[in-house]
């Protein structure tokens, strides 16, 4: 299925190390919920990578 729609946030604020996004195959602006939750996530992400570290599977692409 064909991605038409898409919203990325940043994984860390004063210093981005990494990226989450959300896609959908629906034509569309996402609504203000919607981005404050993938904030929210990208957030809870960044806490948890900064507590516990990166896995060492998770090497550099």
């Not at 957030?43 to 998770?58: C, D, E, M």
């Amino acid at each position: 299925m064909p991605v038409h729609s898409m919203i990325m946030s940043p994984i860390g604020v004063d210093a981005p190390f990494g990226a989450i996004g959300a896609l959908w195959t629906r034509a569309g602006v996402p609504n203000a919920q919607l981005v404050a939750t993938l904030e929210k996530v990208a957030t809870l992400i960044a806490v948890a990578l900064r507590r516990f570290g990166v896995p060492k599977s998770a090497g550099s692409v």
